[in-house]
């Protein structure tokens, strides 16, 4: 059983104003080592690099995500709305607080290089030897699994993981408000309370009363806006493709036999695959960015190279194209061959469409995986698919604007331009 804190404890928030902990399950999950390693791990990896603002932690995200839901919580307890259904509030809360848990340090350079997966890790914290385990069990021996339950979308009430993860969820909502605050951007933000006032429990899945469609509206348009403004912003990328380089490049020497003058064990275990849940929780923001420093000191002077121009800030250029094309790269990677470039690392193709994009789409996700559509509640109890009622949400439905670049180091490449063909130096303005 979860009891009540004496206290409500209070944090002071940026987005929400003010975050109330009332459960003692919460505070403790909130003060275990496992969740204050959350401060040292930024919810923008890279993009503090654009957006010099982007500093916001894990750790203030996952507080907002666990508050928003308290909120939705509360409003349909004020409201009895009776398809709610209560014994699964802790479940929730929880579930909220926990969903990024398992995040590392740039997670998804490292996901791409290493193939690991931050929900796998997520649930591994939750379920292993760890005291977040602990405390959840406290309340239950099945509720450190019921947890894991939601946030690996298998929870056997569907109302639940929609909270949590849905086209509209809390996760969502925090993360749009937060990265849009951080950033300094202005078309990110939405009127949230609004939104939470809208939302209803119905029939075992969460709608929106008919009134509220504009403010749900406004928050699809401030999706599209954080997509194309910070998400998908191409000097963002370039330094996700120059850490990417690091990782792969240090990957690469590790399998060849290289040896590194230095290299912490976590890392070496990440390159053998053999990461325990222990050691993945000890690698964080500053113990990546410490090797950093140290590799620029290496014999390797690609790796060398990578790492100094990620800490001092000397990204990749980039030159965007009307569309994707093999035939042209394959050619520059001909090129940078014959004149000493490296044809892989100085040079890198990226669109975005590789992301999960989808400002909103009534269907399945890119991924597979199933979103169910928003849907809007009218006064006879009806339910409609919002893009069907409005038309600015049917406007940017399932849009997919294609952008491609190709990102190179332009001292390298300035530095060979007298051995480049015309063409090529024309392309690259050079
Ligand atoms: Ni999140």
Known sequence: MSRRLEEEKVFKDPVHHSIYVQD????????????????????????YLTFHGAEHSRFSHSLGVYEITRKIISQFERNRYLDWPQEENLVCLCA???????????????????GNDHEKWSCDIILGDTNINR??????????????????????????????SSQMDADRMDYLLRDAYFTGVH????????????????????VVKESGMHAVEDYLMSR????????????????????????????????????????????????????????????????????FGQWTKERDELLADLCSRFLNRRLYKYISLDQRDDALIERL????AEVGLHPEYHLEADTPVDLPYDVYKPGAEPDGAEKPPILLLDSKERLTEISVKSDIIRSITGLHRGQYYLYYPADEVSKKAPALKPETRELFGI
């Open 24 to 47: 003692q399950t919460i505070w403790k999950l909130i003060n275990t080592p496992e969740f204050q390693r959350l401060r040292r791990i930024r919810q923008l990896g890279t993009t």
């Open 96 to 114: 909220a607080l926990l969903h990024d848990i398992g995040h590392g340090p740039f997670s998804h350079s490292i996901e791409q290089v290493f």
């Open 135 to 164: 405390i959840l069990k406290e309340v239950g021996d099945d509720f450190p699994e019921r947890v894991a339950a939601v946030i690996r979308k298998d929870y056997d009430k569907q109302i639940v993981i929609s909270l949590v």
């Open 187 to 206: 078309y990110g933000t939405f009127d949230l309370d609004r939104i939470l006032r809208v939302l209803r429990p119905f029939q075992g899945r969460i």
């Open 224 to 291: 599209y806006q954080m997509y194309w403004q910070v998400y998908f912003h191409p000097v963002t990328r370039s330094s996700e493709i120059v850490l990417r380089q690091i990782f792969r490049r240090a990957k690469e020497l590790f399998q060849s036999g290289y040896r590194f003058a230095f290299l912490l064990p976590q890392l070496r275990q990440l390159f053998e695959g053999t990461l325990t849940v222990e050691s993945y929780l000890a690698v964080d923001e500053a113990m990546v960015q410490t090797t």
């Open 333 to 336: 990677r001909g090129e940078w």
